[in-house]
């Protein structure tokens, strides 16, 4: 017995003397990229569903080329063009192929707008003769080929255009679009942010008709940043944005036929957005999907370009609100594909062209997570579902009928599949907890592995010499529900020690920060602070998503209200483990986060002696009439939902240590609601730390940015956690 025990003393020993060995994670190796994992580059599946393209970069020369692969062997089989032997055209940044693969628009010069919008210089590449034509010689944005090659329609300075490739002659469509005022083909600010979308236009399949939305935006407040910059003197960056219970672009839909030029407009009802418009495989018949203001009620009308009448296809109705998703797909008969939480759950429905549902695909307690498409061939769909636990992801199949069901993907994590246009192959992207991403090339029908393509086994080697501590999940049990958590603890820990909590959240409507996959760079600086003896904590509350409609949708009316109670009953908690000292517990927030942190060190000023708020929103008054609309409707309306949310009306609360950090280009969340935050704590006599961060948008991000940024919080949480 007493060899054994000798024994076991020994394997400690050894097991205390390797962690002493290893080396803590440090802030300038979180953000100069040595844990920065291996990534393919972004494939795009060619039509022949054996071979994709890649876009790559060569260093020495400064050239671009797109590049051609097999899929079954990975090896380079081909070029579609290389701009090396392009005159005029150093290089490119992305791509965009014609339907039929013959042309390739080039996208260079790109400068960036918003967050997805920009303009760039265009050029037409012709595959067959390896010519190429500039589009403009101004930037432009969205130019879309129509479908028989003859034409590119695109947007400039509001107004939308079409260049005739033959002729190589410009025709301006629209005439009235104005900055700041009127906008054709293109949506504006809180569109591009909230829905998703930049391009507000679309060619029918035989290229006779375009459909296209206008944005009167005269009524829109506008919003200004200064710019401070290098200058003397600072500038003034001027935009629309619709705050919540304001005025909103006046959106209206119109026809566009081509070979007369002429334009007439399309009346459909309940119209106060129109975020997805989509033509059928018939030519005369396009999809428009609309909602309500408060986002409560969509329809979906079938409009016949013929004549321009409407009916409706499809109409949802929910208590809360009613997602908006890319997931609409038409059949070869026009019978269409859609996904809805109507039975509590996402799911996967199948319609007839004239909007009778056919069959619900997918069911049960769980939740499709994406929708990859649908083979016609096999008469299958393919999508991601949670169907192995709300915190993994795996790829599955089934029939249209809703039978022969098959799971694709075989390791516990995150699996995200990328379709070759076939559905002959996919390539599976993996990583969990504990296993950094891998990408493996599959069967589409079986699943069966057909090779691995890269994974990241040089990092796991290179953490071997780092404090790296597991995440455990778990779930725990407040206010009545089983809440998804994860905790990291020293690699030293003894339970018979207390540790101070530092707790991670960021809690926004349907998000999920609790998910077995790896690490980030977040996790990363958990990694370090773990070695300097927090246990760090991460738990998913009421209001989060992938649990089904009625878990997600609880906060309807309520930001802050059920997510802050969670967290702070969470803290409380936690603080009642032995090894936890209840006397020091922190938290912290980017975004939704901050607006979170912020709240909980208020409302929870008994249970947190610390907080950090990056950006936060504190008041969802000065945030954008889409996105607070849809979860809390108008101020107008919800004048107690708002204020009594709102952490600058609870400033005389505060009693810990609390950080503020914004950027001053934020023009997402913006820097009035730090300022208003300041405010409020100035005339209440509280002492806080804060920063900001000239000209920084939402991101906070450049140059040594991150770096000084995450110092800064960690050296807080040393000195007051």
Known sequence: MKKILSFFLIVIAISLSAQAQNKPVSLEEIWNGTFRTEGLDALRSLNNGTQYTVLNFDRNTRTSSIDIYDYETLNKVGTVVDSGNLPGIPNFSSYVFSADES????????????????LAIYYIYDVKTKSTIKISDTKIQEPTLSPDNSKVAYVFENNLYIFTIATQKTMQVTTDGIKNKIINGVTDWVYEEEFGIVRAFDW???????????????????????????????????????????????????????????????NVDNAYYIPRIKWMNDNNMLSVQTLNRHQDHLKMYAVNANDNTVSVLLEEKDKAYVDITDNLTFLKDDSFIWTSENDGYNHIYLYRQDGKLIQQITKGNWEVTNYYGYDQ??????????????????????????????RLSSKEGQNRADFSADFTYFINTFSSATTPPEYTLHKALTGKKVKDILDNKALVKKLEDYQISPKEFSTISVNDNDLNMWMIK????????????????YSGPGSQSVSNTWMGSNDYWYQLL?????????????????????????????????????????????????????????????????????????????????AIAVAPVTSWRFYDSIYTERYMQTPQENASGYDENSPFNYADKLKGAYLLVHGTGDDNVHVQNTMRMIEALVQANKEFDWAMYPDKNHGIYGGNTRLHLYNKMTNFIKENL
């Open 490 to 505: 020293p690699a030293n820990f003894d339970a018979t020690k207390e540790y101070p909590l530092f707790m991670f959240q």
């Open 204 to 266: 029918n399949a035989d290229g006779s008709k375009i459909a296209f939305i206008r944005f009167d935006e005269t009524k829109v407040p506008e919003f200004s940043m200064d710019v401070y910059g290098t200058d003397l003197y600072q500038t003034q960056t001027v935009f629309k944005y619709p705050k919540a219970g304001e005025d909103n672009a006046l959106v209206t839909l119109h026809m566009l036929d081509v070979d007369s030029g002429k334009i007439s407009d399309v």
């Open 103 to 118: 042309k390739v628009l080039l996208v260079t010069e790109r400068e960036a707008i918003f967050r997805r919008s920009s």
């Open 530 to 610: 773990a070695s300097e003896g927090y246990i760090i904590v991460c738990v998913d509350g009421r209001g989060t998503g992938y649990k089904g409609r009625d878990f997600k949708k609880i906060t309807q009316k309520e930001l802050g209200k059920f997510e802050v109670e969670d967290q702070i009953s969470a803290a409380q908690k936690l603080s009642e483990l032995p090894y936890i000292d209840a006397n020091r517990t922190g938290i912290w927030g980017w975004s939704y986060g901050g607006f979170m942190s912020t709240n909980c060190i208020l409302k929870g000023n008994d249970t947190f002696e610390m």
């Open 377 to 406: 061939k096999q008469n299958k769909v393919y999508y991601q579902g949670t169907e192995n636990g709300s915190i993994n992801r795996d790829v599955y199949s089934i029939g249209t009928n809703g039978k022969n069901k098959r």
